[in-house]
């Protein structure tokens, strides 16, 4: 009998289109912690010097970043792996008999 190959399912177009929805909205996030408490601490302003955009932006992408790194970990917890995907073993070694 000749095996049927796996019926293959279709994947979302918009997929990416949320993928960018979701980092505009992580950086808007950021922007609106970086620009409302981080840059107002006491510590801060001590080392930066008066508020600006500049610095707000700087410590925006910095904050940006450490939530795109946690919802990919999310993500990558959340969906986990397909319990039907059988694990690839290495290919078995040809034992050398004594010639």
Known sequence: MVKQADKDTRRNPLLPVFGLLLAA?????????????????????????????????????????ILLAMAYFLVAVLVGKSPDAPIPLPPKKKSKSKQ
């Open 25 to 65: 909205g992580l950086f808007a996030i950021a922007y609106f912690l970086s620009s409302t408490y981080i840059i107002h601490n006491r510590y801060v302003l001590s080392i930066m010097g008066a508020p600006s955009v500049k610095n707000a932006v700087i410590f925006a992408i910095g904050v940006w970043v």
